[in-house]
């Protein structure tokens, strides 16, 4: 009975390591190092080392250890079956506190490489700063105080035309301290509303910003477009029960969601500039990482998510009867 119990512990530690195994020799079977795998999953070459190694405690909560595994399978060209091992190792069924999970990568970053890399990487940064502020300042003073002043008297006219038009404001023309003196755009009639709100020298400077206004105008007009394209896309063929969510990765984020019938609709790691079209009968569970950088749109219209920007892990629900879960 003992020499059973033996040989049925050592096929519970094989299934155990088996799934880090395989990851490790289809990796080098392609030949890649651990950083080339962790960048084209966007990932620390620390998380392909603990995936490799079934070092899961040092990684955050499950949902996020099975993302990861589903994403790097994929890479590798293994067979999706491969998650049973994962899904079967009671090594991993306790999550792990999110404390220790938000302080990883920082952990892991420094220790690795040492305090140079971290002092290096605060040095560039403050340069880049620098050059910023010294650009700003550089801008700043190219304005002398008599044409800051002439801006303020312009400022204060402002609220007679708001409503008609919003437009950068118009600096009083100068001979001798105006570099604008000497340019003479085109013609370009006022409405009458605004002739009569501002005084005549305010009606001189018009036609000076009309390159300008143009600029948003036309912005304005390709957002409008692209909404509307989307709002087409995203309701087209739908179900009478199914509703659209629209997705927008800014930069590098994992997500999970699934809809009212507890399907999955997506789980894995996008990269900025992807985006993603889901449709389903609501309520939508959301779990994700990195919330800032997702834009959400629902049913065409865009979803608040900026309370959920202080949260490591953010999980909530949009639709019908949706609750905020917290996270």
């Not at 067979?79 to 069924?93: E, I, R, W, Y």
Request: charged share 30%.
């Amino acid at each position: 009975m003992t020499d059973q119990q033996d040989s049925d512990q050592k096929d519970s530690n094989k299934k155990a390591i088996k799934l880090g195994a395989r990851l490790r020799e289809a990796r080098e079977a392609s030949r890649w190092s651990v950083a080339e795998a962790a960048e084209r999953l966007n990932l620390e070459p620390s998380v392909i080392d603990a995936l490799e190694s079934d070092q899961y405690e040092k990684l955050p909560e499950r949902t996020f250890i099975r993302g990861y595994l589903g994403a790097y399978i994929r890479l590798l060209g293994l067979p999706g079956s491969l998650l049973k091992d994962f899904d079967a190792n009671d090594q991993v069924k306790e999550y792990v506190p999110l404390s220790s999970a938000s302080t990883y990568k920082y952990k892991s970053s420094c220790s690795r490489d040492g305090w140079v890399k971290c002092i290096n990487t605060g040095l560039v940064v403050l340069l880049i700063a620098a050059a910023v502020i010294w650009l700003v300042e550089k801008e700043y003073h190219l304005f002398t105080p008599e044409q800051e002043s002439q801006t303020q008297e312009v400022s204060s006219a402002e609220p007679a035309i708001a409503n008609d038009q919003q437009q950068p404001q118009a600096l009083e023309p100068d001979d001798e301290v105006n570099p604008l003196a000497d340019f003479t755009p085109e013609e370009d009639s006022e409405p009458d509303a605004v002739s009569e709100g501002v005084d005549e020298t305010t009606e001189t400077e018009g036609p000076v910003l009309t390159q300008e206004q143009d600029a948003p105008a036309t912005a304005m007009t390709d957002e409008e477009q692209a909404d509307q394209q989307q709002e087409s896309a995203s309701t087209d063929d739908l179900l009478p029960n199914e509703h659209t969510l629209f997705l927008r990765f800014s930069d590098a984020s994992w997500i999970q969601v699934k809809d009212a019938d507890n399907k999955i609709l997506v789980n894995t790691t996008y990269r900025g500039g992807d985006e993603k079209l889901l449709r389903g009968p609501p309520p939508f569970k959301f779990v994700v990482g990195r919330i800032r950088n997702i834009a959400i749109d629902y049913n065409g219209e865009p979803v608040d998510v900026t309370q959920y920007y202080d949260q490591k892990v953010a999980r909530f629900s949009i639709g019908d009867n949706a609750e905020d879960d917290g996270g």
